[in-house]
């Protein structure tokens, strides 16, 4: 069964919390880098981000350097203080807690953070993020997936393991759809990984 929305965050916190020190120092692999400057071409500076899942800040940073109003947010306390620790505007906030005003943002990233949250959830947490963005902003999502399965993964070598949703291309796109515009899809492989890139607009 899948676990509650409360304890799958409960539990990733501490997982992030714990690996903020090791991820902040990891080289960005050069699918992500050219992800983030194609999204970023499709913005206009001093139009406002806000980088859900953020972990360290690193794509946030590159998003302000760039021109970008940037507001940073992740789950992870120590997170965080990273992002904070490179000039960042950044805030422990939840998926679910949010706390903007309606229409705040041009566009939303999300990189490979969406991917915890179970399916049975998504609908609410894809229902926030379009309330956040201004019409016609727009919504980018990184997650690895291609087959649908839930559930904590054996191998992972986090403590404590996390949980994770992966899904297939129509599954995603039919998420997404719910409530946006899939303006782009498409699958990127990176060594033994398939990445699901999707840009939407509200
Ligand atoms: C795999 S890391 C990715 C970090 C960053 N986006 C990147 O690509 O380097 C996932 C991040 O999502 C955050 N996260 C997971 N679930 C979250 C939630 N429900 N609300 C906010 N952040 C969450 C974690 O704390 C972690 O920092």
Redesign the pocket.
């Known amino acids: 069964m899948t676990p509650a929305y409360e304890e799958v965050?409960a539990s990733?916190?501490d997982s992030?919390d714990a690996d903020a020190a090791t991820?902040d120092g990891q080289a960005k692999e050069p699918w992500?880098l050219a992800e983030r400057e194609s999204f970023l071409r499709r913005l206009t500076k001093g139009q406002k981000l806000l980088e859900?899942?953020?972990?360290?800040g690193?794509?946030s940073y590159f998003f302000q350097r760039n021109g970008l109003s940037v507001t940073a947010?992740?789950?992870?306390p120590e997170?965080v203080a990273r992002c904070r620790a490179k000039g960042l505007d950044a805030h422990v906030?939840?998926?679910l807690s949010l706390d903007f005003p309606p229409e705040s943002f041009d566009a939303v990233w999300a990189?490979?953070?969406l991917l915890?949250?179970p399916n049975k959830d998504l609908p609410r947490v894809l229902t926030a993020i379009h309330d956040l963005l201004k019409p016609g902003g727009l919504f980018f999502i990184g997650v690895y997936g291609g087959e649908a399965h839930e559930g904590i993964h054996d191998n992972d070598q986090a403590v404590p393991k996390r949980f994770f949703s992966r899904r297939t291309d129509e599954q995603l796109k039919a998420f997404v759809s719910e409530c946006f515009e899939v303006v782009d899809f498409h699958p990127v492989t990176s060594g033994e990984y398939r990445i699901q890139v999707l840009i939407a607009r509200r």
């Open positions: 965050i990733l916190k992030y991820r992500k859900i899942g953020a972990g360290t690193h794509d947010t992740d789950l992870s997170m906030m939840d998926f990189l490979n953070c915890h949250v």
